[in-house]
């Protein structure tokens, strides 16, 4: 690409993310690596992979990948893994310079219109998607950035035992139902969070958003709401999300003090009893049944439920992928971070391992989402029309909104708990500034 192009989509995602100061980037695997690829394409020399999930790279798993996959690519001298606590934030910065990696996860505060920029293209939407699934969110203009590693359902994990202790032994199917259940457990007269908001962490409640679609049963709910000017609504998907999280928080359902809470702690708390419910996605199954047995309780108390609504007699919940990984543009081995990549997901047994759904076409179910997929009907979000790839992201950003930037659901939490403003203060708030970012847009 141009010099001059890059130095101002540099600038634009620095703007837009509100970046620290430029840093200089510990990664050895990218743009200043001596080692290439074999000239016929064999994978040779090392790469730089960054991953998100430090539990896998603490506990020793990331290195047998490693082992087995240099063993079937036996010229591949080294792969360093890097595993970052704030991945997002952290790969931000390091975007500001040519050095993040070969191999990383598409941060999700890069916009369509920037994966050209920062992200080589692996192949068209077509070739790609003649292999994987739910490839569309890290495409544009017809060119494939990402590929999934794990297909996610979307709804909330909970402690089983909690709950029916509780007298609950349905899942709830309305917003209301649902904050019933979780008074209904702050009533059982024990020390326990409801629900658990992770607030200071941050990036938990991004995953409120994967019940956007479920709530309304529609796969293009996003591609309407840029045709509006009103997302928040009473009965919207915005409006259902964060106004449930407004409400459980108001109600004092929630942890006592969220500006004390602890992501890795949180696994074992709900592993143990002492938080019911926390929403995520199903990659954190196996995540919180691993840390329930390490902390002496029975991991076959962590169940999934739905989103809490059902439309047509239907529960229904958004099927789609977790992370993308992408190569660097910058990336001096592009064929073994390709390679890796390909290997990863067909290989590597991970998204087994994960209790995720396949990236590969009419890939296996794993047991313990079977039986949630016989109940509940899975939808998978449309594509944005052709040339309006770019323009949620674009309004959500005139707007001053930033909906992946967990800020906004931190703000209406607090105001939860002040009384600042009412909830349907801050919906009429999120409105206008939607419908100036619109308006600023077209």
Excluded at 282 to 306: H, L, R, T
Aim: aromatic share 10%.
């Amino acid at each position: 690409m141009f010099p001059q192009k890059r130095r101002t989509r540099l600038m634009a995602f620095a703007a837009a993310g509100s970046l620290l100061a430029l840093t200089a980037a510990c990664s050895s695997g990218s743009g200043d690596s001596d080692d290439q690829a074999n000239d016929d394409g064999t994978p040779s020399g090392e790469i730089t992979v960054l991953t998100w999930r430090t539990d896998l790279v603490e506990d020793g798993t990331f290195d047998t990948y490693v082992e087995e996959f240099k063993a079937k690519y036996p010229e591949v001298t080294d792969v360093k893994v890097e595993g970052l606590t704030d991945y997002e934030g952290e790969v931000k910065t390091r975007m500001n310079t040519e050095n993040y990696g070969d191999v990383l996860a598409i941060p999700g505060s890069v916009t369509p219109d920037q994966l050209g920029d920062f992200f080589e293209p692996l192949g068209t939407q077509e070739e790609i998607g003649a292999e994987y699934q739910w490839i569309n969110d890290k495409s544009f203009e017809g060119q494939s950035y990402g590929i999934p590693v794990v297909g996610n359902v979307q709804g909330f994990v909970y402690n089983k035992r909690v709950w029916e202790e509780a007298g609950i032994t349905e899942f709830p199917d309305t917003p209301e139902a649902f904050l019933e259940a979780l008074q209904a457990i702050k009533d059982n007269g024990v020390e326990i969070a409801p629900l658990y908001t992770n607030y200071k962490d941050g990036w938990p409640l991004s995953q409120w958003d994967g019940w956007l679609g479920a709530v309304s049963a529609d796969p293009d709910w996003k591609n309407k709401i840029v045709e509006s000017d009103t997302p928040w609504t009473e009965d919207s998907d915005y409006g259902v999300v964060d106004g449930l999280i407004y409400d459980a928080v108001a109600q004092g359902l929630t942890e006592a003090d969220p500006t004390t809470t602890n992501w890795e702690e949180s696994k074992r708390l709900l592993g143990t009893g002492e938080v019911a419910t926390m929403v995520l996605g199903s990659w954190a199954i196996p995540q919180m049944a691993a840390a329930a047995e390490a902390a002496g309780a029975s991991g076959d108390d962590i169940a999934y439920a739905p989103t809490p609504v059902k439309v047509d007699g239907k529960f229904h919940s958004v099927a789609g992928g977790d992370y993308n990984l992408g190569i660097n543009v910058n990336s001096q081995n592009k064929a073994t971070a390709r390679a890796w990549i390909d290997w990863f997901n067909h290989e590597s047994g991970f998204s087994e391992s994960q209790a995720g759904l396949s990236p590969i076409i009419d890939g296996p179910v794993p047991a313990a989402l079977t039986s949630f997929v016989e109940e509940v009907e899975l939808i998978t979000l449309n594509p944005a029309p052709e040339g309006k790839e770019a323009l949620f992201a674009d309004i959500d950003t005139a707007s001053g909104i930033v909906t992946t930037d967990p800020k906004f659901r931190q703000k209406n939490i607090d105001d939860a708990r002040s009384g600042a403003r009412t909830k349907q203060q801050i919906f009429d708030d999120l409105n206008a500034q939607w419908a100036e970012g619109r308006a600023s847009v077209s």
